[in-house]
């Protein structure tokens, strides 16, 4: 059982010590630039990057000199952020609003795992190679070649990603394909209409059992199977992770491919627990097995390392200071890795569903601003579209700036990678540096513009600059890699809560709105007009009705 946190909520944050001094602080930085701090410094590189768990992070390109990061420090340790840190992985009872544990990182604690982790494990792992052996069969002796995982939120986005990021090695059993649907209707009708039935297999994903639309979803699975072949017991093509296995098995799904969960575990931190199943069965067991190992490294990390070294503790530390004191009310992370491209989407859920409270952990109003939104794409479209305003916008927005060394397999295009990091790593660099009005006016005379036309044409062209940036580079994207950059945000996140004393592992805000939901669904079916609700949702539901009965 896990033990109850004995921390104390610390003294209001804007009263700290640390943080008048970061606000008289803050005053310094109007007259400074980045291409200068940079000019000025040389080895700036060098102090202010740091390695672990086989990342670099860079972090030169943000708004801090050495008293900044001292603050920051003082600050952590006036939150009392190591004591905090102790008692997440410790399994204490952090979620204070639900009275229970947010134990994620026991899920990859590897031989210290509970009991009931790593029996979990083992039996995701025996489920995974019958299947790669093709020893799993429908209901006709045919073996699975699809698997097909129905979730939403933190029971699809992680193991989506991880599916997309990790392929397998060349000359691995051949692993079924793998497909993930959350939202209800026609994105598993489409992908329905491609697959047999015989030989599919759907996980249903939901902790309680009960979520609306993969429920729906599997619902109409079952249907589909019905349509595709007669048979008493679709049981051998459904698998579940859930915390209610009595209600998977009233559904149909056999006892021995229920797979549990636990209410320590949150579901936007659920992809190392048997929700990574998907994920597994797409990778291999030893993948997988890398990618809990990069996480538990970056957890050691997290442990041992002091604030001013301790890469999750120093981004949420620099978020804060351009979050609170610039009043960059956004940041964007752009991961420059094709198989990263459903990385800001899994984000976007971790941070902002975790840390978008207005409340402190006793029920008190907040004084101070919390979390950001996050925002972003896949680097090499980005550049095309949002970096204009990035670059030349009114509002600074920090940037995660994400790259791999090499490509994971060693067999990929070197000179299409190489094309990639000279993109990614100029971005960076523009941010940073900018482009005078004059520089640009020197550019466009040397291109042969006339001297009325360059300096009319100069304003438009020059650039800022001093917008922040991090970078991080993977030596490539290997699971333990990945392990270790999720587990990295997901510690970057749970520090930005304690900084600003939120619990950051409930979301009644996501609660209240699926109850609402749930209540408002018989009106579209109900032949009275609705009247229990606000004079805009009632009016609403009528005209989908009237434009129902049109069609």
């Known amino acids: 059982m896990p033990e109850k946190s004995d921390r104390k909520s610390t003294a209001s944050l804007t009263r700290a010590p640390a943080w008048r001094a970061l606000a008289a602080h803050r005053k310094t930085w109007n007259e400074r630039h980045l291409r200068d701090l940079f000019a000025a410094d040389p080895r700036r590189f060098e102090r202010f990057s740091l390695e672990a768990c086989g990342l670099l992070l860079d972090y030169s390109k943000n708004l801090v000199v050495p008293e900044t990061l001292d603050l920051l420090a003082a600050l952590a340790h006036e939150r009392e952020v190591p004591a905090r840190i102790a008692d997440l992985l410790a399994g204490k009872r952090v979620n204070a609003t639900e009275k229970r544990a947010a134990w994620h990182t026991a899920l990859r604690a590897g031989h210290a795992a509970p009991r009931e982790v790593r029996n979990a494990l083992a039996a995701m792992r025996t489920f995974t190679a019958a299947l790669h052996a093709g020893e799993v069969r429908g209901v006709s002796g045919r073996a699975i ?191 420059y890795p094709p198989g990263l491209a459903q990385l800001p989407a899994w984000l976007q859920q971790l941070e902002m569903e975790s840390l978008g409270k207005g409340v402190s952990r006793r029920g008190k109003a907040l004084r101070w601003d919390t979390g950001t939104i996050l925002w972003g794409s896949a680097g090499t479209e980005g550049q095309h579209a949002y970096f204009q305003l990035l670059h030349q916008g009114t509002r600074p927005v920090p940037v995660d700036f994400i790259a791999c060394c090499a490509t994971g397999d060693g067999n990929g295009d070197d000179g299409a990678h190489a094309m990639m990091l000279a993109n990614c790593l100029a971005q960076s660099a523009l941010l940073m540096r900018g482009l005078t009005a004059a520089e640009a006016e020197q550019g466009l005379l040397a291109a042969g513009m006339t001297a009325r036309e360059a300096a009319r044409l100069a304003p438009h062209q020059a650039l800022p600059g001093s917008r922040p940036s991090n970078t991080l580079l993977l030596p490539s994207l290997a699971p333990k890699h990945l392990g270790a950059l999720l587990a990295l945000y997901e510690h970057r996140t749970f520090v930005q809560s304690v900084l600003w004393d939120i619990n950051a592992f409930d979301q009644w805000g996501v609660e209240q709105g699926k109850r609402l939901a749930g209540s408002l669904l018989p009106a579209f079916a109900a032949d009275a007009p609705a009247v229990a609700h606000d004079a805009s949702t009632n009016g609403l539901v009528a005209f989908v009705k009237m434009q129902g009965n049109k069609s």
Request: hydrophobic share 50%.
């Open 145 to 335: 070649t699809d698997v097909v995982s129905l979730g939403i939120g933190g029971s699809a986005l992680g193991p989506a990603l991880a599916t997309a990021a990790c392929v397998p090695d060349a000359g691995t059993a051949q692993a079924p394909c793998v497909h993930f649907v959350a939202a209800p209707g026609e994105a598993l009708s489409q992908l329905l209409a491609r697959l047999e039935a015989e030989t599919t297999l759907f996980i249903v994903q939901s902790k309680s059992f009960t979520t609306q639309e993969t429920l729906r979803n599997a619902q109409d699975a079952r249907a589909w199977l019905s349509a595709g072949f007669d048979a008493s017991d679709y049981g051998p093509h459904f698998a579940a992770v859930t915390a209610h296995a009595e209600a998977a098995h009233a559904f149909g799904v056999p006892p021995a491919r229920i797979f549990p969960l636990w209410d320590w575990v949150g579901g936007r931190y659920s992809l190392w627990s048997a929700v990574g199943l998907p994920a597994m069965i797409a990778m291999g067991c030893d993948r997988f097995d890398d990618m809990l190992a990069g996480a538990a490294a970056m957890d050691a990390h997290f442990a041992a390392a002091p604030p001013a070294q301790n890469m999750p503790v120093l981004l949420a530390l620099i978020g804060l200071w351009h979050a609170n004191f610039f009043g960059m009310a956004t940041r964007a992370v752009i991961p």
